[in-house]
């Protein structure tokens, strides 16, 4: 939820800057948004969440 939430946030800054948002564009943001947060995520908590 937190996730969606950061994603949500990006792209609202994203279409300030831009006019028009393509889909795939939409599409590539989100993925290297969640890429990005995932890879931030401290390896204990990923280790926890996954037992």
Not at 3 to 13: G, K, P, S, T, W
Not at 18 to 32: F, G, S, V, Y
């Amino acid at each position: 939820m937190f996730r969606d939430m950061v994603q949500r946030e990006a792209l609202r800054i994203l279409q300030r800057r831009e006019a028009e948002l393509p889909l795939d564009k939409i599409e590539n943001e989100l993925d290297e948004i969640s890429n990005r947060f995932l890879a931030e995520l401290p390896i204990d908590l990923i280790e926890s969440l996954l037992e």
